[in-house]
Nanobody, 125 residues
Framework: VQLQASGGGLVQTGGSLRLSCRVA?????????MGWFRQVPGKEREFVGG????????YYADSVKGRFTISRDNAKNMVDLQMNSLKSEDTAVYYC??????????????????WGPGTQVTVSS
């Protein structure tokens, strides 16, 4: 499964960015639970948010709840992460990840076998 992420960049505090992740090959997108993670140098990769294969359930880390929104379009094989009210502490490399959709939703890195290459998000104060 190949994932392609896009949309990172530089934004000022309080601004917005939209990240997109597309399943380029390797399966039917609607079969996958999708997760977004982020990582800063020297720290472990952390869960940001995700949704289930059918788009019915979304999950967010407490640190982004109310500011970030996940949406998916199974027809386009894409899931988006809309990030609003960005803070300097949101600066990180963001990754999308996929996992086969049966069973529970997971927030842990090791639960996702497929990863995109990462995209840098920098929030300047």
């Amino acid at each position: 499964v190949q994932l392609q992420a896009s949309g990172g960049g530089l934004v000022q505090t309080g601004g917005s960015l939209r990240l997109s992740c597309r399943v380029a090959s390797g399966g039917t997108f609607s079969m996958y639970n999708m997760g977004w993670f982020r990582q800063v140098p020297g720290k472990e990769r952390e869960f940001v948010g995700g949704d289930t294969w059918n788009g019915r359930d979304t999950y967010y880390a407490d640190s982004v709840k109310g500011r970030f929104t996940i949406s998916r379009d199974n027809a386009k094989n894409m899931v988006d992460l809309q990030m609003n009210s960005l803070k300097s502490e949101d600066t990180a490399v963001y990754y999308c990840a996929a996992r086969g959709g049966s069973g529970a939703f997971y927030r842990t890195v090791d639960a996702y076998p497929y990863w995109g290459p990462g995209t840098q998000v920098t929030v300047s104060s």
